[in-house]
């Protein structure tokens, strides 16, 4: 179609104005240091800055291609297409990871065959699954100061195409001229490019700008301007997806789809007439309940601890724990083949039960502030562990190799959960252990640096432990409260200290700024005032 959108909708993030040129053409924000800033020498990017007379012309993809990357043009040809055969029988499926799979299987490989930057985005994506190059620093904590690593030839052709399908969507959009429909195709592609490299911030600019682009061309479909199937394959495949991807971005940062649902209604949770639909509804759900944990925590601290908890937060939270309950009963009802019209049952998603149950121990103890209330849930972190082990099996390979990267959902936020609050030593270390093994990248979520935190902490808490008197054995009990984790952040001292950490808490280990450390609290009691108070520890975890 050509219904013009506004040009104030860019793909990609903020333009660069005084950076250097390859920034400006990516459209990113360039840190300008000079001879070559930070973004380019830490991806492998030419950096070239403006000479101090103004350019005469504009500026070209070319800018991005390393120098000795130019004289492979003539062979190119047959490279793109090997890269869309990968694609086709191998890549396309594992970044569904059985979720969207007419999406990445059927809809791009069409739309691709009409639309040059979709080409050129689809074969960067099947180079980079093909030949990975990933970036696993915690997000946010990217080390800048890291030696840029050396690119393959595949991997730098990649880069290549990528760029020249961001210049393809951007001069559309400069001639006012783009399909709003393919520039929310493309958009996910370069979602999906920049997560597999491990380069989630980036990602998370491109993942708000393409909620913006789903309310255009919501807004296209109001008024008649969209067909029929682009308006089904928007809210049928694509806002699903986007609201995966929002739950998986809670666990990182604050970004949410804000809009493109409404909270699920207990009456719409009795019967499940298809897998998606109940795909959906625990989407929305964990969504919930991560908002709802994150406020309840904020209330707590606000009002004082658990006993002052209002009477509107302890009704939200019985609310949304029978909405999970309610889900489970439908879903399992659907996969038994209890439901009007069904005729054969299903096999039960792992990833959507390992979700569940991740999300009802969030919103059971979200009204809490002590540790020793986990232990509780021992039957759902078992739960957990033993879906994943089915989900993991069912995404390896025939060398029961995991693939580097999934677009979707994973069992790795559930894993980590796991990891953090089930204190059985033996369960614990399995949930550790099949985190490690899981696809390194799931959407915006990192498992590698997540399971060495996690592991950390579980090391602390099992020092502490002994240093109390307990020996860590074959059960969770034996770990106190004085001894568990109630909450953690990571930080480099070069980016400034968070809150409750001071210079003198760290000076002793005599690290550089660009050092990862970890930051825990614990509940201790304090028999003076009869009262549970948490304090502090900073400690290295990462060169």
């Not at 029988?89 to 979720?99: K, N, V």
């Not at 799979?101 to 040059?116: A, G, K, L």
């Not at 009477?311 to 909405?323: A, P, W």
Request: with cysteine; charged share 20%; proline share 6%.
């Amino acid at each position: 179609m050509g219904t013009e959108i506004p040009t104030s909708r860019r793909i990609g993030a903020p333009k660069s104005r005084t950076g250097c040129k390859t920034c400006k053409i990516r459209k990113v924000k360039c840190g300008e240091e000079k001879p070559s800033c930070l973004r380019c020498s830490t991806t492998g990017r030419k950096c070239d800055y403006e000479d101090e007379t103004p350019s005469t012309g504009p500026f070209t993809p070319s800018a991005l291609i390393p120098s000795d990357m130019l004289s492979l043009s003539p062979n190119s040809g047959r490279r793109e297409r090997r890269a869309f055969e990968y694609y086709f029988q191998y890549a396309s499926t594992q970044l569904a990871s059985g979720m969207s799979i007419d999406f990445w299987t059927t809809v791009v490989p069409q739309i691709c065959r009409s639309e040059p930057a979709v080409w050129d985005a689809m074969i960067a994506i099947s180079a980079l699954f093909e030949y990975p190059d990933q970036c696993l620093d915690f997000t946010y904590l990217r080390n800048q100061r890291q030696q840029p690593r050396s690119l393959t030839q595949v991997q730098q052709e990649a880069l290549v195409w990528y760029s020249r399908s961001i210049s393809s969507i951007q001069s559309q959009f400069d001639r006012r001229g783009a399909d709003p429909y393919i520039a929310l195709i493309s958009c996910i592609l370069f979602i999906c490019i920049e997560t597999m490299q491990g380069r989630v911030e980036e990602a998370l600019q491109l993942y708000r700008q393409g909620v913006s682009l789903v309310f255009d061309l919501r807004a296209q479909v109001g008024h008649g301007r969209v067909s029929a199937s682009k308006a089904a394959l928007l809210e049928e495949t694509i806002i699903p997806l986007f609201l995966r991807l929002g739950a998986i971005s809670l666990t990182i940062s604050g970004v949410q789809a804000n809009g493109l649902y409404r909270p699920a209604e207990i009456e719409e949770l009795s019967a499940f007439q298809s897998v998606d639909a109940a795909r959906l509804s625990i989407t929305v759900l964990s969504t919930e309940a991560q908002l709802l944990e994150r406020e309840a925590q904020e209330h707590l601290t606000a009002v004082g601890g658990d006993s002052a908890a209002s009477k509107d937060m302890i009704y939200r939270q019985q609310s949304l724990l029978n909405k999970l309950t309610c889900w489970h009963r439908a879903y399992i009802n659907m996969c038994h083949g209890v439901y009007p019209g069904s005729s054969v049952p299903l096999n039960a998603e792992p990833v959507l039960l390992t979700y569940y149950a991740a999300s009802f121990i969030y919103v059971s103890e979200c009204l809490t502030q002590r540790e020793l209330v986990y232990d509780y849930h021992i039957e759902r972190f078992r739960t957990i562990v033993e879906q994943a082990v089915l989900a993991l099996a069912a995404t390896a390979g025939p060398t029961s190799a995991q693939p580097p990267f999934t677009f979707e959902m994973g069992v790795g936020i559930p894993l980590f959960l796991t990891g953090l609050k089930c204190r059985d030593p033996l369960l614990r270390r399995k949930a550790l252990k099949l985190l490690r093994q899981a696809p390194p990248m799931q959407g915006f979520f990192k498992c590698t640096p997540v399971a060495q935190l996690a592991e950390s902490l579980m090391k602390i808490e099992e020092s502490y432990s002994l240093a109390l008197g307990r020996h860590t054995g074959s059960h969770m009990a034996t770990i106190p409260e004085e001894a568990r984790i109630c909450k953690y952040g990571i930080f480099r001292p070069e980016n400034g200290l968070p809150p409750g950490v001071a210079e003198e808490d760290i000076a002793g280990y005599n690290c550089g700024p660009g050092q990862v450390f970890l930051v825990y609290w614990r509940n201790c009691f304090d028999g003076n005032s009869n009262t549970w108070k948490k304090i502090s520890h900073a400690v290295p975890i990462i060169n």
